[in-house]
């Protein structure tokens, strides 16, 4: 799933067409998606939501800072101050009282009424 965008319909996510998105999404010079509310984000920023969103529904459980840190060989407290900013912007993710990820736009394994079905066959709920 590297790299693609998937539409929620009802019970499924269908991928979105590269066109289309260029189409809907205005980019800079380096072919990023040009938006100053995520002009924020490091490459490390956006490594760390790319994995919660890619392993979360295959987990089907929150990941711990130490997880994410161990997969991605980023010291834990990088990890922790990279989801503080994910989280304080409101936008990619929320933690549970313990620190681990529960959600990660637009996956989550808390129980929601939006659940979906991955191609894979990975069942999971919708955030």
């Given at each position: 799933m590297k790299n693609k965008i998937y539409l929620g319909v009802w019970r499924f996510m269908l991928p979105v067409s590269e066109s289309a998105?260029?189409?809907?999404?205005?980019?800079?010079?380096?072919?990023?998606?040009?938006?100053?509310?995520l002009a924020f984000m490091?490459?490390?920023?956006?490594?760390?939501?790319?994995?919660?969103?890619?392993?979360?529904?295959?987990?089907?459980?929150p990941l711990s800072p130490e997880l994410i840190g161990s997969r991605l060989e980023l010291p834990v407290e990088r990890v922790v101050g990279l989801l503080d900013d994910l989280?304080?912007?409101m936008t990619f993710l929320f933690r549970n009282a313990q620190g681990a990820v529960e959600w990660a736009y637009p996956v989550t394994v808390a129980r929601t009424p939006h659940k979906v079905t991955f191609s894979s066959g990975e069942k999971l709920f919708a955030a």
């Open positions: 998105l260029h189409k809907h999404v205005p980019e800079d010079g380096d072919g990023q998606a040009a938006s100053p509310a490091t490459a490390d920023h956006q490594r760390v939501r790319n994995f919660v969103v890619r392993e979360l529904p295959g987990a089907a459980a989280e304080k912007h």
